[in-house]
T-cell receptor, first 114, second 112 residues
Framework: DAGVIQSPRHEVTEMGQEVTLRCKPISGHDYLFWYRQTMMRGLELLIYFNNNVPIDDSGMPEDRFSAKMPNASFSTLKIQPSEPRDSAVYFC????????????FGPGTRLTVL | AQKITQTQPGMFVQEKEAVTLDCTYDTSDQSYGLFWYKQPSSGEMIFLIYQGSYDEQNATEGRYSLNFQKARKSANLVISASQLGDSAMYFCAMRAYQKVTFGTGTKLQVIP
């Protein structure tokens, strides 16, 4: 089975540009999580979905960030406009609601905002 | 609020020796899960082991075992017979309901 798929793997953009990160969870998983990892703040939960519905977005840093999950096999995290402090590795993870709770992570997207 | 504390920023271990990575947690929830993840230099997050708060026995997965001491709120990871490929960052995490909180990680380096 394929794991969590994220694209792109690397993104370099200029300040002010819109950035869209994409995630395909593992088939059959009904929870999807977006995390951000930086040296300063570690691994932070941004938002998570259950059955495509956003449940908790309290970790989204500000209105420049938005996330959607239009169907069970696709989610996006959008930053508009991007700023240099958004530079980080963004992970998507998924899990099955009936499991013990372990999340399976995608390979991450390394975002650099110049 | 949940909190995970990993007090060892970095650790060294000789190849083939065992090593313990410390993790303490704080939560008011009665039902929770504890996890360890490995993050090698390539960046991916790899799930290693799980312990439920009601599990009476310590979890084991191959060379990994979780030393769960509920009264002390600790969930230390023990890696036996360290290998060079074990060099990585290790994160302790706790799940209560659906939210997962991660610790700051411990960088383990295995010395030949």
């Amino acid at each position: 089975d394929a794991g969590v798929i994220q694209s792109p793997r690397h993104e370099v953009t200029e300040m002010g540009q819109e950035v869209t990160l994409r995630c395909k969870p593992i088939s059959g998983h009904d929870y999807l999580f977006w995390y951000r990892q930086t040296m300063m703040r570690g691994l932070e939960l941004l938002i998570y979905f259950n059955n495509n519905v956003p449940i908790d977005d309290s970790g989204m840093p500000e209105d420049r960030f938005s996330a959607k999950m239009p169907n069970a096999s696709f989610s996006t995290l959008k930053i508009q406009p991007s700023e240099p402090r958004d530079s980080a590795v963004y992970f998507c993870a998924s899990r099955k609601g009936t499991s013990r709770g372990e999340q399976f992570f995608g390979p991450g997207t390394r975002l650099t905002v110049l | 609020a949940q909190k995970i504390t990993q007090t060892q920023p970095g650790m060294f271990v000789q190849e083939k020796e065992a090593v313990t990575l410390d993790c303490t947690y704080d939560t008011s929830d009665q039902s929770y899960g504890l996890f360890w993840y490995k993050q090698p230099s390539s960046g991916e997050m790899i799930f290693l082991i799980y312990q439920g708060s009601y599990d009476e026995q310590n979890a084991t997965e191959g060379r990994y075992s979780l030393n769960f001491q509920k009264a002390r709120k600790s969930a230390n990871l023990v890696i036996s017979a360290s290998q060079l490929g074990d060099s990585a960052m290790y994160f302790c995490a706790m799940r209560a309901y659906q939210k997962v909180t991660f610790g700051t990680g411990t960088k383990l380096q295995v010395i030949p």
